[in-house]
């Protein structure tokens, strides 16, 4: 089954800007949707189809994907944006729906 | 406003069978595609089943055969029956939407923790 690989732990200072890499084989093909989950809460969706947000989900949030790496981007990062991060697709080769291992963010 | 309220989660003993529920509000299951997805203890999040607007229902390999999805649209509730439970069944079980598209989960429940040991 298609697997996603992400790297386990980001650290960042206030401020600066959180990139998360999410790799797949040929990914671009694919739509990429991403979620934070904050700890002891549920995920929430934060991008999907590789660069869109949800309704209440800030602009510092974006994503990209191209080759065979998507990429969340969180920029001017925040106390509050410490959680981990999985990156999710669909595959249509076995039909079901994928996530990556999530990445844990540090704010330091 | 989409509110899901997983319930019917608690200790059993391998071998064992449980019943969980998903309370939904704020939107039809009979017209929604609706998910469950797991998260054992310090673990990655892992899609468990769907069941589809028609009443399709798809699985993952790790639970093919002992899990069972179903909806009741008059309750507005969706339910994950859980058979011939296993040890690395132990997880809390998200209830989700599939609202906006099938191939994203946009509505999460709190979670129910299904705990399996002797």
């Known amino acids: 089954s298609y697997v996603l690989t992400q790297p386990p732990s980001v650290s960042v200072a206030p401020g600066q800007t959180a990139t998360f890499t999410c790799g797949g084989n040929n990914i671009e093909r694919k739509s990429v949707h991403w979620y934070q989950q904050r700890p002891g809460q549920a995920p929430v969706l934060v991008v999907y189809?590789?660069?869109d947000r949800p309704s209440g989900i800030p602009e510092r949030f974006s994503g990209s994907n191209s080759g065979n790496t998507a990429t969340l981007t969180i920029s001017r990062v925040e106390a509050g944006d410490e959680a981990d991060y999985y990156c999710?697709?669909?595959?249509?080769?076995?039909?079901?729906?994928?996530f990556g291992g999530g990445t844990q963010l540090t704010v330091l | 406003e989409v509110q899901l309220l997983e319930s019917g989660g608690g200790l059993i003993q391998p071998g064992g069978s449980l019943r969980l529920a998903c309370a939904v509000s704020g939107l039809p299951v009979s017209s929604n595609h609706l998910s469950w997805v797991r998260q054992a203890p310090g673990k990655g999040l892992e899609w468990v089943s769907i069941i589809y607007i028609g009443g399709s229902t798809y699985y993952a390999d790790s639970v093919k055969g002992r899990f069972t999805i179903s909806r009741d649209n008059s309750n507005n509730t969706l339910y994950l029956q859980i058979n011939s439970l296993r040890a690395e069944d132990t997880a809390v079980y998200y209830c989700?939407?599939?609202?906006?598209?099938?191939?994203?989960?946009?509505?999460w429940g709190q979670g129910t923790l299904v705990t399996v040991s002797s």
């Open positions: 189809d590789d660069s």
């Open positions: 999710q697709v669909w595959d249509h080769n076995s039909d079901h729906w994928v």
């Open positions: 989700a939407t599939n609202y906006g598209d099938l191939y994203y989960f946009d509505y």
